[in-house]
């Protein structure tokens, strides 16, 4: 079992940046990769970006040149530094981790969300 928290979201105007953190904790042998996705009223769960054990980063289309996705050496934490934030990147954000819990046994594990909204 793991266990994922967010943290970081808010209200912020257009043009302007936040930063999403997600700690995992639990029952983890290792951690394959960790991202962000979001999900907007009316419309379905999209990539923002992830980040696996070997550095390749990964980026939805809507957010590259704008979103960098960042890790501690454990990757058990990951951050998201948004700028030029737009209307449209108003979502809830949610944490997302592929990992071992033993040596044979893994699954995708997702955290509660937590709220961005860019609104002036």
């Known amino acids: 079992q793991v266990h994922l928290v967010e943290s970081g979201g808010g209200l912020v105007q257009p043009g302007g940046s936040l930063t999403l953190s997600c700690e995992a904790s639990g029952s983890i042998f290792r951690i394959v990769s960790m991202g962000w996705y979001r999900q907007a009223p009316e419309k379905e769960r999209e990539l923002v970006a992830s980040?696996?054990?070997?550095?390749?980063?990964d980026y939805g289309n809507a957010v590259k040149g704008r979103f960098t996705i960042s890790r501690d050496n454990a990757m058990n934490t990951v951050y998201l530094q948004m700028n030029s934030l737009k209307p449209e990147d108003t979502a809830v954000y949610y944490c997302n981790s592929y990992a071992y819990t033993s040596t044979t046994s893994w699954d995708s594990w997702w955290g509660q969300g937590t709220q961005v909204t860019v609104s002036s």
């Open positions: 980040i696996n054990s070997g550095g390749s980063r």
